[in-house]
Structure formats: structure tokens, C-alpha cells
């Protein structure tokens, strides 16, 4: 067992899934991972594996045909998968941010209609904010839900859905007009039902996946809604949610902020042990490099800033599964991971030298995924703008 990134007071089935999953990492998702990388090919034996072991239901209650666990467990799986591939952690990510969505803001009859089928895997999620004009600016969305009785008509165009292909809902945050004086409260989270694949159904398109510089083999993909009609009961929540689709994203996007911390971990463990590996292998000047002071600190430097990323990570998916607020935890632990990830790979690279740089090279896949994780659920000036604004509510003097 590797000393860095343990986590004290697992239980038993914690451990054991855990350890399943890690497993399954090693036999199954390392060996294969820069073949289909390269290739952008969709790891379809690697996701029937994951259903197999019920990871698509790992959240979901046991009622609905899930596993019932844990935060915590979750992300530790989370990173397991992202130390692997960082693209096979984020099928499972956006799919179990709508899970949890369904979960803790749906109607009886959503749950009772998605969940089952979620927790098989037969039936993934995506997720929607982006637009090609907006990012992290939420309040600027365009996209648009007209209704005329219990119907709803939604025009626009989404942008950066991970899974929008093989995705058979969508959840999707629009502007609706419920006459409330804040723009945040004229938006509604629709549950959208479509088949898997790049199609057009009744409205909703999904035109192609955009190539991407890593982040490959999981699609990412644009939504274009002409005319699509819904109904009520595709609001997350029914009636008691039109208007209340701000507030409910952004508590799938705090959970969404430990997942992306989890991955962040996951990318920095594997580059560590990569680098450690290599520098146990590699000579200069008649001795292994990691013998040199100079790739010695660096090793020191990046053990040290696992640990860090990891702790944070467990602390603030303790803090949601303790029912206690985490906003500020979620934040931090989300920054400091995916900043972690980006150096420590980056050192890693610097270990490896001009062999870094061949396409043969784990690293040299890490290189193009780590980026993504600064940007991911928010990039390090959003977190921050989060964490001080949760400093001046809970340390404000006045």
C-alpha cells in the first residue's frame, strides 16, 4: 500500500470499495488508457466494468436501486478512476451531480422515473450551465423557457456537456420569466429526456463533439434547443421548482467542486508516482536522478502537495456528508487540488525529460488532462471570489 493520500477512519465497506475500484484501475483502465486516448475512443468495456460494480449508483439510496453511500466514498472512488484516466472519472461526474440533483430536489415521480435506471448506468446524465457567451457568469445565459399552460417551449444553444451524446437527460438551467426582481430567481432547471447519440429529436440537437486538446474518449458536445416543448413535470422539482433552478445548479456544483478535487488528486498521484518510478530508473552522471538534490526536492514538493490536495478533498466531503455547509471547504479544496494537479504534473514532465515529451509517454497524456481541471466547476479566481465571500458572512463584523 502507497503511503501518500490515505484516508483515517474508512469502514470496512468503505475500504473495500475503495480498494475494488483501485483494482479495477490497475487491471483495467491503466493498461488501455493511452490506446483509447489517443484514439478518442469511447471506453465502452471500461463503463460496462462500472456498472458492474454499481459505481453509477454508488450515491444513489438503496430504495432506488443504489449502492447509499457516501460522499466521502464516492470521491475516494473518484479519484481512483482519475488516477487511472482523468476522462473516465468525468462520464461518471456530470452523471452523478443529476443523480444527486434528482435526488435531493425531485419529485417523487422523477425519482421514481430516473433514479433506478441511473444507478444501472442504462440511463447516464448530463449537465448544463455553459453557453458560448457565458462561463463562470451565470446570470448571463440567454437560453430561454417560454410556457403557455403546462407547456414549455426552450430556445437556445448550451455549450460544454460532457456526456451530451450518451446522455439520456439533461439537466439544464434556462431563464424563465417568473417576474422576480433578481435575475437568479428567473431561472428554472428543466429535466430533459432524449436518446443517446448525436441527433435531433423534436428540438433538441446535439450536433457533434468538439475536439479538445485532452479531456478525450468521454464526448463533450454543444445543445442546440429550437422549439423544443416539455412539460411541467420535466421541471427539476414540478411546479414548486420554476424559478428556483439557480439555486438548486449551484448545490450540484458544490458537490460537483469535491468531485473536480477528487480528480485533481487522482491526476497528481498518478504523475507522482510516474515521476518517482522514473527517477528511480533514469542515470546521470552515474547514478539515479532521484540521488540528484535537485529531483530529490522536487519529489519532496510533490508528495507534499498530494497530501495537501487529498486531506482538503476529505475534509470537505466530510463537512456535506455531516449535513454541515461547505461552500468555503469545497472552494478551497477545488482550487488547491487542481492547482496541485497542473504542478505536479508539470515536475513530473520536468523528471522525465526529453522522454516526457513522446507520445508514448503516460505523461505525456496528464500533460494535455490537468489543465482542464483549473477551469473545471469554476477556475481558481471563482473559487476565491467564493471562499471570501463565505469569510465576510461567517468572520463579517458587522
Known amino acids: 500500500m502507497a503511503r501518500l493520500a490515505q484516508t483515517p477512519g474508512l469502514t470496512d465497506i468503505q475500504q473495500e470499495i475503495v480498494s475494488t475500484v483501485r483494482s479495477f484501475v490497475d487491471k483495467k483502465i491503466i493498461p488501455s488508457a493511452q490506446e483509447l486516448e ?31 453511500e457516501s460522499l466521502l466514498t464516492y470521491v475516494l472512488c473518484v479519484e481512483e478512476l482519475a488516477r487511472g484516466w482523468m476522462s473516465i472519472s468525468g462520464i461518471i461526474n456530470t452523471h452523478f451531480i443529476v443523480a444527486y440533483l434528482i435526488k435531493q430536489h425531485g419529485t417523487e415521480e422523477q425519482k421514481q422515473h430516473f433514479l433506478p435506471r441511473m444507478a444501472t448506468g442504462d440511463v447516464r446524465g448530463a449537465f448544463s450551465m455553459s453557453e458560448p457567451g457565458t462561463g463562470s457568469d451565470v446570470s448571463a445565459i440567454t437560453t430561454k423557457a417560454v410556457r403557455e399552460g403546462d407547456e414549455w417551449t426552450l ?21 424563465t420569466d417568473t417576474g422576480s426582481d433578481s435575475v437568479y430567481k428567473n ?37 442546440v434547443l429550437d422549439g423544443h416543448k416539455v412539460p411541467t413535470s420535466a421541471v427539476l422539482g414540478g411546479e414548486e421548482g420554476i424559478g428556483q433552478g439557480f439555486y438548486k445548479m449551484m448545490d450540484g456544483i458544490e458537490v460537483g467542486r469535491v468531485n ?8 497528481a498521484i498518478r504523475a507522482f508516482e510516474l515521476a518517482i518510478k522514473y527517477a528511480q530508473e533514469r542515470e546521470t552522471f552515474g547514478k539515479p536522478i532521484y540521488q540528484h538534490q535537485a529531483i530529490a526536492f522536487k519529489l519532496a514538493e510533490m ?16 463537512l456535506k456528508d455531516a449535513g454541515t455547509r461547505n461552500d468555503i471547504e469545497a472552494g478551497m479544496a477545488k482550487m488547491v487540488a487542481s492547482e496541485a494537479a497542473a504542478r505536479v504534473t ?25 489543465p482542464f481541471l483549473l477551469i473545471g466547476e469554476g477556475t481558481s ?16 463584523t458587522k
Open 38 to 68: 489517443h484514439a478518442d475512443e469511447y471506453p465502452e468495456e471500461i463503463l460496462e466494468g462500472m456498472k458492474e460494480m454499481g459505481l453509477f449508483g454508488l450515491m444513489i439510496p438503496e430504495e432506488y436501486g443504489g449502492l447509499g
Open 303 to 318: 508528495a507534499t502537495d498530494v497530501e495537501v490536495a487529498h486531506a482538503m478533498m476529505v475534509n470537505a466531503a466530510r
Open 155 to 175: 430556445n437556445g444553444q448550451k455549450m460544454w456537456l460532457t456526456n451530451g451524446a450518451y446522455s439520456s437527460v439533461v439537466a439544464t438551467l434556462v431563464k
Open 260 to 267: 473536480v478535487a477528487a480528480r485533481g488528486c487522482g491526476v
Open 346 to 370: 508539470t515536475d513530473s514532465f520536468k523528471i522525465h525529460g526529453g522522454y516526457g515529451y513522446s507520445k508514448e509517454a503516460e505523461i505525456e497524456r496528464l500533460m494535455r488532462e490537468a
Open 187 to 223: 431561472m428554472t432547471t428543466f429535466l430533459l429526456e432524449k436518446e443517446p447519440g448525436f441527433t435531433t429529436t423534436g428540438g433538441l440537437t446535439i450536433p457533434g463533439k468538439i475536439d479538445k486538446m485532452g479531456y478525450k474518449g468521454v464526448e463533450t458536445t454543444e445543445m
Open 381 to 396: 479566481e471563482i473559487q476565491k471570489q467564493i471562499i471570501s465571500r463565505g469569510l465576510m458572512r461567517d468572520y463579517g
